[in-house]
DNA sequence: TAGGTATTTAGACAAATATCTAACTATTTT
DNA sequence: AAAATAGTTAGATATTTGTCTAAATACCTA
Protein backbone atom coordinates (compact mmCIF):
# COMPACT_ATOMS: atom_id res chain seq x y z
CA UNK A 1 0.00 0.00 0.00
CA UNK A 2 3.09 2.77 0.95
CA UNK A 3 4.15 1.67 -2.49
CA UNK A 4 1.18 1.91 -4.11
CA UNK A 5 0.34 5.79 -2.72
CA UNK A 6 4.31 6.54 -3.25
CA UNK A 7 4.38 5.22 -7.03
CA UNK A 8 0.87 7.99 -7.70
CA UNK A 9 2.68 10.27 -5.96
CA UNK A 10 4.34 12.36 -9.09
CA UNK A 11 2.18 13.78 -11.79
CA UNK A 12 4.61 12.31 -14.33
CA UNK A 13 3.92 8.83 -13.11
CA UNK A 14 0.33 9.34 -13.41
CA UNK A 15 0.82 10.54 -16.94
CA UNK A 16 2.74 7.56 -17.76
CA UNK A 17 0.02 5.35 -16.56
CA UNK A 18 -2.45 7.24 -18.30
CA UNK A 19 -0.15 6.37 -21.71
CA UNK A 20 0.29 3.07 -20.75
CA UNK A 21 -4.07 2.83 -20.17
CA UNK A 22 -4.20 2.54 -24.41
CA UNK A 23 -1.73 -0.04 -25.14
CA UNK A 24 1.22 -1.57 -23.85
CA UNK A 25 4.59 0.51 -24.69
CA UNK A 26 8.24 0.26 -24.52
CA UNK A 27 10.42 2.20 -22.42
CA UNK A 28 11.87 4.86 -25.24
CA UNK A 29 8.23 5.36 -26.73
CA UNK A 30 7.15 6.60 -23.14
CA UNK A 31 10.53 8.27 -22.81
CA UNK A 32 9.38 9.93 -26.09
CA UNK A 33 6.40 11.47 -24.75
CA UNK A 34 8.10 13.67 -22.00
CA UNK A 35 10.95 16.28 -21.38
CA UNK A 36 12.96 14.25 -18.93
CA UNK A 37 15.96 12.46 -19.49
CA UNK A 38 15.98 8.39 -20.19
CA UNK A 39 17.03 7.16 -16.85
CA UNK A 40 14.55 9.79 -15.14
CA UNK A 41 11.96 8.00 -17.04
CA UNK A 42 13.49 4.37 -16.40
CA UNK A 43 13.52 5.69 -12.58
CA UNK A 44 9.46 6.24 -12.79
CA UNK A 45 9.10 3.37 -14.63
CA UNK A 46 10.98 1.68 -11.77
CA UNK A 47 8.77 2.56 -8.89
CA UNK A 48 5.41 1.83 -10.56
CA UNK A 49 6.86 -1.65 -11.15
CA UNK A 50 7.83 -1.65 -7.36
CA UNK A 51 4.00 -1.14 -6.69
CA UNK A 52 3.00 -3.61 -9.29
CA UNK A 53 1.39 -0.72 -11.24
CA UNK A 54 2.77 -2.00 -14.42
CA UNK A 55 4.72 -4.83 -15.69
CA UNK A 56 7.91 -4.86 -17.75
CA UNK A 57 8.92 -7.57 -20.42
CA UNK A 58 11.84 -7.85 -22.31
CA UNK A 59 12.07 -8.42 -25.92
CA UNK A 60 15.37 -8.77 -27.31
CA UNK A 61 16.68 -4.80 -26.66
CA UNK A 62 13.24 -3.69 -26.13
CA UNK A 63 11.49 -3.63 -22.95
CA UNK A 64 7.70 -3.56 -23.16
CA UNK A 65 6.12 -2.09 -20.06
CA UNK A 66 2.17 -2.92 -19.39
CA UNK A 67 -0.63 -1.57 -17.40
CA UNK A 68 -1.30 -3.91 -14.36
CA UNK A 69 -4.97 -3.37 -12.61
CA UNK A 70 -4.77 -5.46 -10.15
CA UNK A 71 -3.18 -3.19 -8.08
CA UNK A 72 -5.66 -0.55 -8.44
CA UNK A 73 -8.31 -2.40 -7.11
CA UNK A 74 -6.74 -2.52 -3.96
CA UNK A 75 -6.82 0.96 -3.84
CA UNK A 76 -10.39 1.27 -5.04
CA UNK A 77 -11.47 -1.34 -1.82
CA UNK A 78 -9.87 1.04 0.31
CA UNK A 79 -11.62 4.09 -0.60
CA UNK A 80 -14.58 2.18 -0.67
CA UNK A 81 -14.18 2.57 3.13
CA UNK A 82 -14.95 5.49 3.23
CA UNK A 83 -17.95 5.55 1.33
CA UNK A 84 -21.41 5.99 3.61
CA UNK A 85 -23.00 2.78 4.58
CA UNK B 1 -4.74 16.39 -7.92
CA UNK B 2 -1.77 16.62 -6.48
CA UNK B 3 -2.34 18.11 -3.37
CA UNK B 4 -4.72 14.78 -3.14
CA UNK B 5 -1.49 11.97 -4.18
CA UNK B 6 0.66 13.35 -1.65
CA UNK B 7 -2.09 13.79 1.48
CA UNK B 8 -2.23 10.12 0.87
CA UNK B 9 1.18 9.37 0.45
CA UNK B 10 1.81 8.72 4.36
CA UNK B 11 0.87 6.31 6.11
CA UNK B 12 0.06 8.70 9.53
CA UNK B 13 -2.21 10.67 6.96
CA UNK B 14 -4.20 7.57 6.28
CA UNK B 15 -4.62 6.53 9.66
CA UNK B 16 -5.73 10.17 10.35
CA UNK B 17 -8.76 9.32 7.58
CA UNK B 18 -9.49 6.28 8.96
CA UNK B 19 -9.87 7.34 12.83
CA UNK B 20 -12.08 10.49 10.79
CA UNK B 21 -14.22 7.93 9.02
CA UNK B 22 -16.08 6.67 12.68
CA UNK B 23 -16.33 10.45 13.76
CA UNK B 24 -15.38 13.86 13.97
CA UNK B 25 -12.31 14.44 16.49
CA UNK B 26 -10.37 17.23 17.77
CA UNK B 27 -6.65 17.55 17.27
CA UNK B 28 -5.76 16.41 20.73
CA UNK B 29 -7.89 13.24 20.52
CA UNK B 30 -6.31 12.71 16.98
CA UNK B 31 -3.19 12.92 17.95
CA UNK B 32 -3.83 11.29 21.25
CA UNK B 33 -3.61 8.05 18.72
CA UNK B 34 -0.11 8.46 17.82
CA UNK B 35 3.22 8.65 19.02
CA UNK B 36 4.32 11.83 17.02
CA UNK B 37 4.25 15.34 18.57
CA UNK B 38 1.51 17.23 18.51
CA UNK B 39 3.37 20.00 16.03
CA UNK B 40 3.49 17.01 13.55
CA UNK B 41 0.39 15.73 14.25
CA UNK B 42 -1.01 19.57 13.25
CA UNK B 43 1.12 19.68 9.91
CA UNK B 44 -0.64 16.25 9.31
CA UNK B 45 -3.81 17.90 9.72
CA UNK B 46 -2.92 21.07 7.68
CA UNK B 47 -1.80 18.68 4.81
CA UNK B 48 -4.95 17.19 4.84
CA UNK B 49 -7.35 20.00 4.89
CA UNK B 50 -5.06 21.09 2.32
CA UNK B 51 -5.73 18.58 -0.28
CA UNK B 52 -9.91 19.01 1.44
CA UNK B 53 -9.43 15.55 2.77
CA UNK B 54 -10.58 16.96 6.10
CA UNK B 55 -12.18 20.76 7.92
CA UNK B 56 -11.54 22.00 10.58
CA UNK B 57 -13.64 23.75 12.73
CA UNK B 58 -12.68 25.87 15.79
CA UNK B 59 -15.11 25.73 18.90
CA UNK B 60 -13.62 28.03 21.68
CA UNK B 61 -10.17 26.56 21.82
CA UNK B 62 -11.06 23.02 20.67
CA UNK B 63 -10.56 22.64 16.78
CA UNK B 64 -12.60 19.29 15.38
CA UNK B 65 -11.76 17.82 12.28
CA UNK B 66 -13.79 16.18 10.36
CA UNK B 67 -14.17 13.78 7.20
CA UNK B 68 -14.62 15.45 3.65
CA UNK B 69 -15.56 12.71 0.98
CA UNK B 70 -16.07 15.01 -2.07
CA UNK B 71 -12.48 15.00 -2.65
CA UNK B 72 -11.99 11.05 -2.44
CA UNK B 73 -14.86 11.02 -5.32
CA UNK B 74 -12.75 13.08 -7.58
CA UNK B 75 -9.97 9.94 -6.85
CA UNK B 76 -12.59 7.50 -7.75
CA UNK B 77 -13.63 9.05 -10.78
CA UNK B 78 -9.68 9.11 -11.73
CA UNK B 79 -9.47 5.56 -10.95
CA UNK B 80 -12.28 4.78 -13.23
CA UNK B 81 -10.52 5.66 -16.33
CA UNK B 82 -8.53 2.77 -15.91
CA UNK B 83 -11.44 -0.19 -15.37
CA UNK B 84 -11.75 -1.98 -18.74
CA UNK B 85 -14.36 -0.68 -20.60
C1' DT C 1 -5.75 39.23 35.89
C1' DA C 2 -2.89 35.11 36.28
C1' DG C 3 -2.39 30.55 35.13
C1' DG C 4 -3.67 26.51 32.63
C1' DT C 5 -5.11 24.03 28.38
C1' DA C 6 -5.47 23.40 23.16
C1' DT C 7 -3.46 24.24 19.09
C1' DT C 8 -0.51 26.34 15.65
C1' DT C 9 3.75 28.67 13.94
C1' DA C 10 8.74 28.99 13.40
C1' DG C 11 13.05 27.21 12.75
C1' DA C 12 16.28 23.37 12.51
C1' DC C 13 17.76 18.97 10.69
C1' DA C 14 18.10 14.28 8.78
C1' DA C 15 16.13 11.44 5.31
C1' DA C 16 13.83 10.77 1.01
C1' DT C 17 13.00 12.26 -3.74
C1' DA C 18 13.45 13.86 -8.61
C1' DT C 19 16.51 15.05 -11.64
C1' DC C 20 20.85 15.10 -14.33
C1' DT C 21 25.27 13.29 -16.78
C1' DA C 22 28.41 9.59 -17.46
C1' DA C 23 29.16 4.99 -17.80
C1' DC C 24 27.65 0.37 -18.34
C1' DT C 25 25.09 -3.96 -20.38
C1' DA C 26 22.68 -6.19 -23.86
C1' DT C 27 21.15 -6.58 -28.42
C1' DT C 28 21.07 -5.72 -33.37
C1' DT C 29 23.11 -4.32 -37.71
C1' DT C 30 26.68 -3.55 -41.08
C1' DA D 1 34.23 -7.37 -35.18
C1' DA D 2 32.84 -2.63 -34.84
C1' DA D 3 29.33 0.54 -34.45
C1' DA D 4 24.74 1.77 -33.39
C1' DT D 5 20.56 1.35 -30.57
C1' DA D 6 17.69 0.50 -26.20
C1' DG D 7 17.71 0.55 -21.71
C1' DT D 8 19.54 0.48 -16.88
C1' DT D 9 22.88 1.53 -13.14
C1' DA D 10 25.80 4.71 -10.50
C1' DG D 11 26.82 8.79 -8.44
C1' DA D 12 25.97 13.70 -7.68
C1' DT D 13 22.94 17.49 -6.31
C1' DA D 14 19.07 20.55 -5.20
C1' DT D 15 14.49 20.25 -3.32
C1' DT D 16 10.94 18.37 -0.54
C1' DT D 17 9.40 16.00 3.43
C1' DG D 18 8.65 14.35 8.26
C1' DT D 19 10.01 15.09 12.52
C1' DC D 20 11.44 17.59 16.67
C1' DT D 21 11.77 21.49 20.35
C1' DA D 22 10.75 26.14 21.56
C1' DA D 23 7.82 29.82 21.25
C1' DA D 24 3.51 32.06 20.13
C1' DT D 25 -1.62 32.50 20.05
C1' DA D 26 -6.15 31.79 21.62
C1' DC D 27 -9.34 30.53 24.89
C1' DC D 28 -11.00 29.26 29.52
C1' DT D 29 -11.22 29.40 34.62
C1' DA D 30 -10.22 30.58 39.27
Request: cysteine-free; aromatic content about 8%; charged content about 20%.
Amino acid sequence: MNALFKALNDPTRRAILELLREQPRTAGEIADHFQFSKPTISHHLDLLRQADLVSSDKQGQFVTYTLNMTVMDELLGWLLQFQKP
